[in-house]
């Protein structure tokens, strides 16, 4: 079983919906949670962070962790078709310097 | 703008030749990491420099290797690429004490 399990999708939504992208993950050493935006053939770039559990909003985008579900999701509000890439969560243990990845949710916002 | 930057963007090495990437900052972090992405997959840490400290994953294959001169640039090399190291290899920076790392835009290995 992989630490950090995320659905591949693709997940395809018009223009203007919610999207809801998740992840688990196993270890409950995880205390530093990120979500990346990777664009195709390009490297990822950050988009949120998050410390323990809790939620936080940029924007349109919204992150939220909940450790006693061993849960992270990310909210993306009135979605655009700019939007559409693979979007990665992030985890990292307090005190060590390596990020465990997901695999990626690809995400394709309809015009 | 402060960056990350990595050279080249696209790279074509024949089975077995040594082949070396480069990568380069602006931000001025004393942590450079190297992830190596096969497609649909997550990217997977081989080995990070903090400060001219060298760290490497316990996974990571013999066949890589890695310089950090200086402050501004690391390198990866690879010693005899194989078919099975066809990815995109990607350069991170961090600052000690932070948890956030920043990607470059990678570079893409092929090896024929």
């Known amino acids: 079983q992989k630490e950090v399990e995320q659905d591949p999708g693709p997940l395809s939504v018009p223009e203007g919906a919610i999207v809801s992208l998740n992840c688990t993950y196993s270890n409950s050493a995880f205390q530093y949670f990120m979500w990346y935006r990777q664009y195709s053939r390009k490297g990822p770039e950050l988009l949120m962070y998050t410390y323990s559990s809790g939620n936080k909003e940029d924007g349109r985008f919204t992150a939220q962790v909940d450790k006693s579900s061993k849960y992270i999701s990310l909210f993306i509000r009135d979605s655009q078709p700019s939007d559409s890439a693979t979007y990665l969560c992030?985890?990292?243990?307090?005190?060590?310097?390596?990020?465990?990845f997901g695999s990626g949710t690809r995400l394709q916002v309809q015009p | 703008d402060a960056m990350v930057i990595q050279n080249p963007r696209y790279q074509v090495t024949q089975f077995g030749k040594p082949v070396t990437l480069s990568c380069s900052q602006t931000?001025?972090?004393?942590?450079m990491y190297w992830y190596q992405q096969k497609s649909s997959q997550a990217p997977k840490l081989l080995f990070h420099y903090y400060d001219k400290d060298f760290n490497n994953e316990a996974d990571t294959p013999d066949n890589f290797q890695s310089r950090r001169p200086n402050t501004s640039f690391c390198f990866l090399d690879i010693r005899s690429p194989g078919l099975g190291d066809a990815a995109m290899y990607l350069c991170?920076?961090?600052?000690?004490?932070?948890?956030?790392?920043?990607f470059g835009p990678g570079t893409r290995l092929l090896v024929l």
């Open positions: 991170a920076t961090g600052q000690g004490g932070q948890e956030t790392q920043y």
């Open positions: 992030a985890m990292k243990e307090g005190g060590r310097r390596a990020l465990t």
């Open positions: 931000l001025n972090h004393n942590v």
